[in-house]
């Protein structure tokens, strides 16, 4: 009750957030008729990305306070997150500066340039959901959303980077071995996130969508029973849960792998005790500013789209989005 209690007040707090600038270059959404559709259309989809947030800050700030405390995450916030937050999620966005107050400070550009992604993620949502707009305006809009974002001075970018970035590295893969469940539950995240595209791209009609946002959810929800069994063993990849997607907009599909390998980077940079504390700021600067190069450590679309069965095959990543059909 708490803790329930506690996250209201950061809730109260978010609610300003918006209006009040830190001075970084923050931007808001892009302006159209389109926006909170997705919201009010699949509001139970929505709240789950505020749970999200929650997920992804609290992590952040416990790794940064003490990474070896295994069972702060891998057990009493998992237990918060999976058995309360993500069953009655909050209804408004999470104030996350309020959740991660130490590391917003030190990691703000890595706070900013994951912010101006997830609503890159979110407009997105919306232009699906928006059934006024016709299909090849849909189209374009995305991409205009696209070009907007990439103009932004904290823009992933939409060359696809190799994996030796987040599996190579002498911190690689450390967090995913010291918290087998949390790691899980990201990627669970992140799974959700882009079928949900696919959801959104495959179905023609409302009810179509909607029937496959449900069965998008209620396969999300499976995956937190008995963890980490049927939690994804491997990074979702756009290209490989979301592939029609991915096919008409390769350049979003390939943002959103490269912020979701930058989420897994920077959790095992904080876990990483090859990595000093007073050195993982640094560390978290260099692999952003990769992620931002479109001139090196990149690989061609074709090998981009193949990647998922080189890799583990999309399985291993929670299935292909959208619904499940039968021959």
């Not at 790794?63 to 408004?92: G, K």
């Not at 932004?152 to 190579?168: H, N, S």
């Not at 009810?207 to 937190?224: I, N, P, T, W, Y």
Request: glycine share 6%; aromatic share 12%; charged share 25%.
């Amino acid at each position: 009750m708490k803790a329930r209690l506690w996250l209201g007040l950061l809730l109260v707090v978010s609610a300003r957030s918006a209006a009040a600038q830190t001075g970084r270059d923050e931007e808001f959404y892009y302006p159209g008729a389109f926006n909170w559709t997705f919201r009010r259309v699949y509001p139970d989809a929505a709240r789950l990305f505020n749970a999200f947030d929650y997920g992804h800050a609290v992590l952040y700030e416990r790794l940064l306070a003490d990474p070896a405390d295994t069972d702060a995450l891998e057990q009493r916030a998992y237990d918060f997150l999976v058995h309360d937050l993500l069953v009655r999620p909050p209804r408004f966005a999470i104030a996350e500066e309020a959740v991660m107050p130490r590391y917003s400070r030190a990691a703000w550009r890595a706070q900013l340039m994951f912010d101006q992604a997830h609503i890159l993620h979110r407009q997105i949502y919306d232009v699906y959901t928006d059934v006024r707009i016709a299909p090849d305006a849909r189209i374009a809009l995305v991409e205009r959303l696209t070009d907007r974002y990439l103009a932004g001075r904290y823009a992933f970018t939409a060359e696809p980077k190799v994996m030796d970035l987040m599996e190579g590295q002498p911190y690689s893969l450390e967090f995913k071995r010291r918290f087998p469940k949390f790691n899980g539950l990201i990627w669970a995240y992140h799974w959700l996130q882009v079928g949900l595209y696919e959801a959104l791209e495959t179905e023609t009609s409302e009810d179509g969508k909607r029937a496959a946002v449900g069965e998008s959810l209620a396969r999300f929800r499976a995956m937190l029973v008995d963890p980490p069994r049927r939690l994804p063993s491997v990074m979702p990849m756009t290209s490989a849960v979301a592939p029609a997607f991915s096919a008409r907009h390769p350049r979003a599909a390939v943002i959103f792998d490269n912020l979701h390998m930058m989420h897994d980077v920077i959790s095992d940079i904080l876990t990483s005790g090859r990595v000093p504390a007073e050195g993982k700021m640094a560390a978290i600067a260099a692999a952003l500013d990769e992620f931002q190069r479109g001139d090196r450590n990149v690989m061609s679309l074709e090998h981009w789209r193949m990647m998922g069965d080189h890799v583990g095959g999309v399985a291993a990543m929670g299935g292909i989005g959208g619904r499940r059909r039968t021959p």
